[in-house]
């Protein structure tokens, strides 16, 4: 009788897969950094998997592609429009690996809305649970910064920006609540340790002193409002604010005070 030895699971430790999903521009690439700096987590950005929706891909492949692409961005500084989102991450790296995720293609979370059984395949696939954190941040920041960078107008960034908060909400609403998180790009830059701590606690993971140090290092002292940059139609503003009333993860940004510059 012949015995063929099978290899060692190298993920068998991995007990969640994560995907963070939202709007460009919205601090999802800082989120993915972020967890992708804690010794017991192992986060991509946008990997090719995510890029093609999932397609033809297998557990295997799935979280080895996510584990050489954390590994080259990070050898790379985790460079992003000219942005470096590279967290020391030499904090007792002995601990076991519990969590692998990705910082998903943008496009991508239309597809998690649109195929309605993505979601439970990929469960299906990779045999541990899948959960969601949603990044949020001030929807005239962000579509400022869209518009900034794409050259689209603005009314045509803002329809960009509400169809993916319809897609989230519909991803929300069909998931259990410990599945899916919202995280506020202006918590995770003005309370690191208390955002951490909620992240890691949805998570699974430990919250470490020295992983809150390192990620305090390394962000903005304050948010940075890219609005200002932008010239508004009050039209737009109004079209904004009538979006915000719309969705209960953005309802924080009714109440802020907005001045703008009118062509």
Request: glycine fraction near 6%; charge should be negative; include cysteine.
């Amino acid at each position: 009788m012949t015995f063929i030895d099978t290899p060692p699971d190298p993920f068998a430790s991995v007990q969640t897969l994560l995907l963070i999903i939202g709007n460009a521009r919205s601090g999802s690439t800082l989120v993915g950094s972020v967890i992708d700096a804690h010794p017991q987590a192992v986060i991509a950005n946008e990997t090719t998997a995510s890029a093609t929706f999932w397609r033809d891909t297998s557990r295997a492949t799935m979280l080895g592609e996510i584990q050489e692409n954390s590994r080259r961005n990070r050898e790379s500084g985790r460079q992003s429009e000219g942005y470096t989102y590279q967290v020391k991450k030499e904090i007792d790296s002995g601990r076991l690996l519990t969590v692998m995720g990705d910082k998903i293609w943008n496009p991508a979370t239309l597809l998690l809305h649109g195929d309605h059984r993505l979601l439970d395949r990929l469960h299906e696939m990779l045999g541990i649970p899948i959960k969601i954190v949603h990044a949020v941040r001030n929807p005239f920041d962000v579509i400022a910064t869209m518009h900034a960078r794409s050259g689209a107008p603005i009314g045509n960034r803002i329809a960009w920006y509400f169809m993916h908060c319809e897609a989230v909400a519909a991803i929300r609403d069909r998931l259990p609540a410990e599945l899916y998180l919202d995280n506020h790009h202006e918590d995770l830059v003005l309370s690191v340790e208390q955002t951490l701590e909620r992240l890691c606690g949805f998570l699974g993971l430990p919250a470490i002193p020295e992983h809150a140090q390192a990620v305090k290092e390394m962000v903005f002292a304050t948010p940075k409002q890219t609005r200002a940059n932008a010239l508004w139609q009050p039209e737009e503003v109004q079209l904004v604010l009538d979006g915000i009333a719309r969705f209960d993860f953005l309802s924080r940004y009714a109440t802020e005070a907005y001045s703008f510059s009118h062509p």
